[in-house]
């Protein structure tokens, strides 16, 4: 089969070769959300603010196109590492067909539901005003990014991650080029404000599924989406959910924790629910990158799982681990570095800068240990075994992260909420590796 390179080639090479189209694609993915909170705090502190408060709903919807694509990716990729190619047409074709219920059902949900969760974190009418008029729109392009996101995960799952580098790429310097244009009216465009921002980063997604949808019909692939095999089978449902719900969930917990962390520091004040915003929006240039060592480790690994290379399979998580902590090192460097120029890039107001440099300086310190988690969540999902990831993850962003933020703020303020970061990701990577090698020992895979 034409996947074979995933157990014939050495493996550092191949988890490069499989990794880096995705780093570079996720790390100019980042710039979706960076270039509208760079345009977007032109306008003003309130529509900084509405931005942030969004951004827990836009992450949640991304959760589940993620984690749902996750299960369709482990499925596919271990089929065609045991040489399977009809099922792993199965599980493309009936994901892809709960792919459009998830559509609809997140379109509805977040439209209606966007004003009352404003609402919860915000008394300002101005910035739930501005909050509705952004999300609302962005949520109407929700199709674009659920239907994306699994034709991405189909392409990784056969090893295509030019592909999807290509469509990543292509609908970011679209989102890039139009920002400012809907944004500030330049030329014949009209003047949008926040909506600009919202319809930009929308149009530039629907680019990205048009280049998917176009290469599929003109370059075959190992896989087919095959209409006559879409109708609902139990069994091949499960197994999609079985690993996409704990993906669901560990992607989904984000969002709760900075809903929970927005409601700890609104107490002290809006300047530190900007600077939680302003935080989020920084950290994707690293996690990303480490998203994108972790999506071309997954299917490698199911590949390999599936064809009953267990030895491999160690060689790829060791190898993953190593990348890893070597670009959390580097965020460490540059957050240490010039903390107040990364600030400022999305706050004019000093005291809003002052205080993002010491809240950045504090929670850098806890970037490398967290390599362990993330390279050990990615590897559990890969290997099929959704649950011992959310385990991980639950620790992560929930269990211990929230009641420590909490106890702290007590005694520090939000400098305790701060603190509460680093000391989290130490406790979850010492779990992290217990649980993985406890998991990845059992032997029993999808």
Avoid at 219 to 227: D, E, L, N, T
Avoid at 413 to 420: C, R, S
């Amino acid at each position: 089969m034409q996947e074979n390179f995933m157990k014939e080639r050495k493996v550092l090479p191949l988890l490069l070769s499989m990794s880096l189209p995705m780093v570079i694609s996720m790390l100019v993915n980042s710039l979706y959300n960076i270039v509208d909170s760079f345009f977007v705090a032109q306008i003003s502190e309130d529509a900084m603010t509405a931005l942030s408060l969004v951004y827990p709903v836009q992450n949640f919807i991304n959760a589940v196109a993620i984690g749902f694509g996750v299960g369709m990716n482990a499925v596919i990729a271990y089929h065609l590492g045991a040489g399977e190619p009809d099922k792993a047409d199965a599980a493309a074709s009936k994901g892809m067909a709960l792919a459009f219920v998830h559509t609809v059902v997140l379109t509805v949900a977040s439209i209606a539901a966007i004003p009352a969760f404003l609402r919860m974190f915000t008394s300002d009418q101005a910035v739930i005003d501005l909050g509705v008029r952004y999300g609302r729109i962005a949520f109407a392009f929700t199709f674009a990014i659920v239907i994306g996101l699994a034709f991405e995960k189909i392409y990784q799952a056969v090893g295509r991650m030019k592909v999807t580098m290509a469509s990543l790429l292509a609908g970011c310097v679209a989102n890039i080029v139009l920002d400012p244009l809907l944004i500030f009216g330049i030329g014949p465009f009209p003047e949008l404000g926040i909506a600009g921002a919202a319809l930009a980063t929308g149009l530039g997604q629907v680019l990205t599924l048009v280049i998917y949808l176009v290469l599929y019909r003109l370059q075959p692939m190992g896989v087919r989406v095959r209409r006559q095999v879409m109708m609902p089978d139990r069994r091949m449902a499960a197994r999609l959910y079985a690993i996409g719900i704990p993906a669901i969930l560990n992607l989904a917990l984000p969002s709760l924790l900075i809903s929970a962390l927005n409601g700890i520091l609104s107490v002290y004040g809006q300047i530190y629910v900007v600077i939680l915003g302003i935080y989020y929006k920084l950290q994707t240039f690293i996690y990303l990158p480490a998203s994108g060592i972790v999506q071309g480790m997954r299917p490698i690994i199911g590949y390999n799982a599936g064809a009953g290379e267990h030895r491999r399979v160690r060689q790829i998580y060791v190898s993953a681990l190593v990348c890893n902590a070597i670009i959390m090192a580097c965020g460490t460097a540059i957050c240490l570095a010039v903390p107040g120029q990364l600030m400022a890039l999305f706050a004019e107001n000093g005291q809003t800068v002052a205080a993002g440099q010491a809240a950045l300086r504090i929670i850098s310190a806890g970037f490398l240990i967290s390599a362990v988690s993330v390279t050990s969540c990615g590897a559990l999902e890969g290997l099929g075994k959704g649950m011992p990831s959310l385990v991980i993850s639950l620790l992560r962003y929930l269990v211990v992260i929230v009641p420590a933020a909490f106890v702290l703020s007590r005694l520090w303020g939000a400098t305790g909420v701060w603190n509460a970061f680093w000391i989290t990701e130490a406790v979850t990577a010492v779990c992290a590796f217990f649980i993985y090698r406890r998991a990845a020992s059992s032997g029993q895979t999808l």
